[in-house]
């Protein structure tokens, strides 16, 4: 056996043999390379190689072929040959085949000479034939999108935190929502602990930025007031302060209140566009109204693709399902990469192994398969096809997406690729189409009576 890559590349020289099915979604490919084509490739294998053979007699890279092949045996480059011819011969042998390739499991070489050619055997997974009979009419629930007052009121809210004033306070004592500025230092036992000491920090009283109790007992002191409190620190805490009893000595430096704006017209114009109260919460209402049903398509399409996959009937081969969860481990690296940091960082803060990541991703990544291929199915069986135009459009798409050429973007991406996808994204628009999606209310809360009769029918 000999050890080859099992990568492809185009070619034009090979001859297949016969295609047998071994198993389902495996297929055995017969291929016959021609001597002439082997030979052209020992020649190349030759020439790549001799600048590295050293004989006595002979200048490095200047020994020829025939003494090579005399001192270390006919079939020495050999191996070498074959990886420069096999890869092109076995895209050619898969394109004739018709087979949708998948992933190369094997390849057998059965013959290799000068005198003969090569004769091997290629073992490839492929596409699985899959059927969908139900994918029309498609049942899906979503929300009913309205604003309600309490959303309405929230976002100004929202509005009003953003555009608070800080103001001092000089003439009461701290209550509960003022930000005081204070000094602090905490001693367990007479003895001050690392990391509970500091200056001039502001604290929002009722935050709870702090231990239970702590903030409390700041609540009725005055600017500039020198004190002390109690606390005790909670069981979960760091093990060296975890149930101890701790004091802290308090300085405060300053009071200040957080100040709302008035809602009015004045603050409409302030934070928005629009000279009125009533148009920003139009536009408030409008905006929450857009999320909603943004998230209801989204809502909606997830509970039919999981039906889809539910509904895909054929086996799927272990490697696709492989190949995804590579795909998703591939954008995960680069996405992180984006912020400085390595997969395999990233695996060590979650405390995972990379396996263990594979294990937990596999089941979503058998789901991303199944929906593709019942998407593919449907954008089959209802001949949803891309157009040129589609194509251009789409091209012109990514160039503008990633700055580049649109020569550029087509050599990167084969137009066999694109309109795949394109079929695939018109199968999701006719499935969405085709759904019938009602809207869930919430069940209004029985009158007493009638809860008062339900409890009695209980007993």
């Known amino acids: 056996m000999y050890r080859i890559k099992l990568g492809l590349r185009s070619f034009k020289e090979m001859s297949l043999k016969s295609t047998n099915q071994k198993e389902t979604n495996v297929y055995e490919l017969e291929i016959a390379i021609d001597k002439d084509t082997f030979a052209a490739a020992v020649k190349k294998a030759y020439a790549k190689a001799k600048k590295k053979i050293a004989v006595p007699g002979f200048r490095k890279g200047k020994v020829p072929q025939s003494i090579i092949e005399k001192m270390y045996g006919e079939s020495f480059f050999y191996e070498d040959a074959l990886e420069i011819c096999y890869p092109d011969a076995a895209e050619d042998a898969i394109k004739e085949s ?10 057998d070489v059965k013959k290799m000479s ?9 073992t490839i997974t492929v596409k699985p034939e899959v059927e969908i009979e139900e994918y029309k009419l498609l049942k899906a629930t979503q929300k009913k999108v309205e604003a309600t007052d309490e959303e309405i009121n929230a976002k100004i809210d929202e509005l009003r935190e953003r555009n608070a004033r800080i103001e001092a306070v000089t003439d009461r004592k701290v209550e509960n929502g003022d930000i005081v500025t204070i000094d602090f230092e905490g001693f367990v036992d007479g003895a001050a602990f690392p990391g509970g000491k500091g200056e001039e920090y502001d604290l929002t009283i009722g935050a709870g930025q702090f231990i239970p109790g702590f903030e409390e007992q700041i609540i009725g002191h005055e600017m500039n007031e020198e004190f002390d409190i109690n606390v005790k620190f ?4 760091t093990p060296d302060l975890s149930g101890k009893d701790a004091v802290f000595k308090i300085k405060i430096h300053e009071i200040k209140v957080k ?10 114009q302030e934070v928005s566009e629009f000279d009125t109260v009533d148009a920003l919460k139009k536009d408030i209402a409008k905006q929450i109204k857009e999320s909603k049903t943004n998230e209801n398509e989204s809502e909606i399409q997830r509970q039919l693709f999981d039906k889809l996959a539910e509904n895909l009937k054929g086996e799927i081969p272990a490697v696709m399902i492989d190949q995804e969860v590579d795909s998703e481990i591939r954008d995960i690296d680069y996405r992180l990469s984006m912020q400085g940091m390595k997969f395999e960082t990233y695996l060590k803060y979650t405390g995972m192994t990379l396996d ?19 998407l593919e199915k449907i954008a089959q069986l209802e001949n949803l096809e891309a157009t040129e135009e589609d194509l ?3 091209y012109d798409k990514y160039a503008k997406q990633y700055n580049m050429e649109i020569d550029a973007v087509k050599a990167a991406i084969p137009a066999e690729t694109v309109k795949k996808d394109i079929a695939v994204d018109k199968a999701i628009k006719f499935v969405r189409e085709n759904a019938k999606v009602t809207t869930s209310r919430k069940k209004k809360a029985a009158p007493k009576a009638e809860a008062a009769k339900e409890e009695e029918a209980a007993e």
């Open 356 to 374: 263990a990541y594979r294990e937990q991703a596999r089941d979503n990544a058998e789901k991303s398969v199944k929906i593709r291929l019942a």
């Open 234 to 237: 909670p069981e979960e805490y």
């Open 98 to 107: 018709g087979l949708e390739f998948i992933a190369t499991n094997n390849v």
């Open 114 to 122: 000068i005198e003969d050619g090569v004769e091997l055997v290629l």
């Open 259 to 268: 100040q709302l704006p008035e809602v009015d017209d004045d603050f409409a």
């Open 392 to 394: 251009n459009e789409l």
